[in-house]
């Protein structure tokens, strides 16, 4: 895949070097002389990766990123650091202030374009996370979800059957993070490796073949999004770049520089938890819009668009749906002579008993007020009205609790059921005949269930 | 990137040819004997790619093809048709029956490689969106989004600049889509290219790139997402593999085939359409989260979590923020006389005179029953009471109009507005002041707007 590249450099030759050599594989090459430009270019034009030089004057590299990172408007923006050869403090710095890579110059060419094409498949997912996310804020008000975090006490499986290696890298790591060794996957508790945050594959295994082990943990459903370092031997460049190609996050060569292992490994870490957080921030808005605040039950709208595609299967074929609309009893009253505070406690209890009284199939649903919705797929009639029975006695039959002192108070409910297996029926006339149900029971004297009339 | 790649063929020999070379580029490679089996595994291993011979006793290629891609749960795993070679009418028959793309045997192991890796990342995309849109269903009941829609009638950009080459293949799509050339790009509507589902980019053209021309559309942020059908000369093998390597999502030999073209235009039109309707989904569903049903104004979940962000930003030294709760008069009345329905009319009035009295950054919101809350982030209280005044005046000045014979009927409103402006303050003590003041209002008469004492 291609992708746009932001090249910082303030020595205009450099520019055109990288410009030249990144054009020529198809990228579409942005460019910024100094870090108060690049600084600019990045909030304007959201580049897919930034290539900073770390000797700037003015701003340098180091300072630069530092900034791109802490507004959240770039700081989800991979950032590889260009250093002179043999500077391991910059390449470390550079690390700990938020680059996500570095290169050395002279620049190999090829793992340049391997860095790239890593990290911009991180951006691309990212983007498409944010763009929905951004959905559910609307506005800017709130501020984006912050890509820096500390990037710390991560559960880290190291996959190296070299037992001293192994030892030596969990020694290291258990500095900062929660390191576990193969042999040791027994501790990682209840979770199991749905816990893990990293994996670490030595890919100079000789009970396995490091890389294809990194194929598969990528390619299977339960672990496809974990991120993986690699730890390949200094003179094995092919395998590292294959790696990269395989869908490895990132890797280090051995022998090891303890320093470099422990800034990676936060690095990836940061980056993980920032896509899941914007993975968990999508979902929770997802819920949010098929729920009741209040209850926890299913909302209004999204009981009506089951029922919805629950009467079109029937009429495609399918079986009846039965519904039951159930009414608290004199509610009220709870609220005039308790107060709403009670009235919440009430409506929260009778969810619970309600929820309780339903099989998993079944959609129990907030209709607004006091008033309740349960949607009975493939049920007939007879078997609703029981159902319907079953739950105007488990409210009637013990007290509420309502305020810190928890009173007791008697409640009651009258139920309606109804049930859609007409060629004709959509959810307005299945609700309706239910309420017309519910306001029988309510005539008959309340605490009582009612079918729709024949 | 890696991949899952379910490899169906009834001649076992065959099978384990294709495992061999996949699993060497370290796929994992899920196998199946005949058409039935495939389904079963399709459906409960969700592999990447299909690999399907189209040769088989039983469910054969095209039958196994167009089961697949007929249900919901495995209609958007991408399928590439084994034929033999040179059965031209297999291929063209394995494309109408759904499949995304064809291979003949002896397999280019280059090209199938490059297919499955183009394939796959579609899948991996379209994973991410599925598993975000699903937890706005939360359970089976109602169907997933379908894959399987008809891939007509596209807006098609056709860049090819040999005129009588660009002429021809817009006679040839005009039977099925609405394809235009270069040339006339001015008659793309009020959209503009946002109205383009899919670009067809010659590589032989002589007054630009097109490998270029594709990278570049597949790198800029507008137009990132829109598929790509390369149309490369027969013996550019590896202008065809680097296409794909660069993102174009197909491509085809010149010289062209009429149903080869029509029949891979409509299957990315197609897998367009079904990520375009994911992302669809995922957004509607997120903005239903924050949105109040009856008015299209935010709701109160969302209020709340946004009073919450600028009390935050307040006490980290930002402005004030001022509240003001407005309660329709004698509302119950409406109901009580005119119906619910009345009701809901004048509730949808009045949030249209709300909004349309606010600044772009204020927000407007409906906090339950007759009730609306506006946020006025960085306003100072003088200035909250002067555009409370003129909601009031918005609302008493015009009378509203109920029911289908649109009578007419006079409204008018209280208010109640407070300032968040204390280190303490969270959403509750700011809005509960600006509810006492609302008190007061109603004490005094209502029709009224008072601030919270000071």
């Given at each position: 895949?291609?992708?746009?590249?932001?090249?910082?450099?303030?020595?205009?030759?450099?520019?055109?070097?990288?410009?030249?050599?990144?054009?020529?594989?198809?990228?579409?090459?942005?460019?910024?002389?100094?870090?108060?430009?690049?600084?600019?270019?990045?909030?304007?034009?959201?580049?897919?990766?930034?290539?900073?030089?770390?000797?700037?004057?003015?701003?340098?590299?180091?300072?630069?990123?530092?900034?791109?990172?802490?507004?959240?408007?770039?700081?989800?923006?991979?950032?590889?650091?260009?250093?002179?050869?043999?500077?391991?403090?910059?390449?470390?710095?550079?690390?700990?202030?938020?680059?996500?890579?570095?290169?050395?110059?002279?620049?190999?060419?090829?793992?340049?374009?391997?860095?790239?094409?890593?990290?911009?498949?991180?951006?691309?997912?990212?983007?498409?996370?944010?763009?929905?996310?951004?959905?559910?804020?609307?506005?800017?008000?709130?501020?984006?979800?912050?890509?820096?975090?500390?990037?710390?006490?991560?559960?880290?499986?190291?996959?190296?059957?070299?037992?001293?290696?192994?030892?030596?890298?969990?020694?290291?790591?258990?500095?900062?993070?929660?390191?576990?060794?193969?042999?040791?996957?027994?501790?990682?508790?209840?979770?199991?490796?749905?816990?893990?945050?990293?994996?670490?594959?030595?890919?100079?295994?000789?009970?396995?073949?490091?890389?294809?082990?990194?194929?598969?943990?990528?390619?299977?459903?339960?672990?496809?999004?974990?991120?993986?370092?690699?730890?390949?031997?200094?003179?094995?460049?092919?395998?590292?770049?294959?790696?990269?190609?395989?869908?490895?996050?990132?890797?280090?060569?051995?022998?090891?520089?303890?320093?470099?292992?422990?800034?990676?490994?936060?690095?990836?870490?940061?980056?993980?938890?920032?896509?899941?957080?914007?993975?968990?921030?999508?979902?929770?808005?997802?819920?949010?819009?098929?729920?009741?605040?209040?209850?926890?039950?299913?909302?209004?709208?999204?009981?009506?668009?089951?029922?919805?595609?629950?009467?079109?299967?029937?009429?495609?074929?399918?079986?009846?749906?039965?519904?039951?609309?159930?009414?608290?009893d004199h509610f009220k009253r709870v609220n005039d002579l308790f107060g709403h505070d009670a009235g919440d406690d009430v409506i929260r209890q009778f969810s619970e008993r309600l929820a309780s009284n339903f099989r998993p199939r079944d959609l129990a649903c907030r209709f607004g007020?006091?008033?309740?919705?349960?949607?009975?797929?493939?049920?007939?009639?007879?078997?609703?009205?029981?159902?319907?029975?079953?739950?105007?006695?488990?409210?009637?039959?013990?007290?509420?609790?309502?305020?810190?002192?928890?009173?007791?108070?008697?409640?009651?409910?009258?139920?309606?059921?109804?049930?859609?297996?007409?060629?004709?029926?959509?959810?307005?006339?299945?609700?309706?005949?239910?309420?017309?149900?519910?306001?029988?029971?309510?005539?008959?004297?309340?605490?009582?269930?009612?079918?729709?009339?024949?």
């Open positions: 895949m291609t992708a746009r590249v932001l090249v910082v450099d303030d020595v205009e030759p450099n520019v055109r070097l990288l410009e030249a050599k990144l054009q020529h594989e198809y990228y579409t090459v942005i460019t910024a002389f100094s870090g108060e430009q690049a600084i600019v270019k990045a909030a304007t034009e959201n580049p897919d990766v930034i290539l900073l030089d770390v000797m700037m004057p003015g701003l340098d590299g180091f300072e630069t990123c530092k900034r791109l990172k802490a507004d959240p408007k770039t700081s989800h923006i991979p950032i590889i650091m260009v250093t002179a050869l043999d500077q391991k403090e910059d390449r470390i710095l550079g690390l700990k202030v938020g680059a996500d890579d570095f290169l050395s110059k002279p620049i190999d060419d090829v793992l340049l374009l391997a860095r790239v094409r890593s990290l911009s498949r991180f951006k691309t997912l990212s983007d498409e996370l944010r763009t929905r996310e951004a959905v559910g804020r609307r506005f800017g008000v709130i501020e984006n979800l912050h890509y820096l975090e500390d990037g710390l006490s991560a559960r880290i499986l190291i996959l190296e059957d070299d037992n001293r290696r192994g030892e030596r890298i969990k020694r290291v790591l258990a500095s900062e993070q929660r390191p576990l060794l193969m042999s040791e996957a027994n501790e990682l508790g209840p979770e199991g490796h749905a816990s893990v945050e990293l994996m670490i594959v030595s890919t100079s295994g000789t009970s396995f073949d490091g890389l294809r082990l990194a194929a598969h943990i990528r390619s299977q459903t339960a672990t496809r999004n974990l991120p993986i370092l690699a730890i390949v031997d200094n003179h094995e460049r092919d395998k590292a770049l294959r790696a990269l190609e395989l869908g490895v996050n990132d890797f280090i060569d051995r022998p090891l520089d303890e320093e470099e292992l422990l800034a990676r490994v936060k690095t990836l870490v940061r980056r993980r938890r920032y896509i899941e957080a914007l993975r968990e921030s999508v979902d929770q808005t997802m819920e949010k819009a098929v729920t009741d605040q209040l209850t926890g039950l299913h909302n209004r709208r999204y009981m009506e668009s089951q029922l919805k595609a629950l009467l079109e299967r029937m009429q495609r074929g399918g079986q009846p749906v039965s519904v039951l609309i159930a009414d608290i007020g006091e008033e309740f919705v349960v949607i009975m797929p493939d049920t007939l009639p007879e078997d609703a009205m029981q159902i319907a029975e079953r739950l105007r006695h488990s409210i009637a039959a013990a007290p509420f609790y309502i305020g810190r002192n928890r009173e007791q108070l008697e409640v009651t409910c009258s139920v309606g059921v109804s049930v859609g297996n007409q060629v004709s029926d959509i959810p307005e006339t299945v609700l309706k005949r239910a309420d017309q149900a519910l306001y029988s029971a309510k005539q008959c004297g309340r605490n009582r269930v009612m079918a729709q009339a024949a």
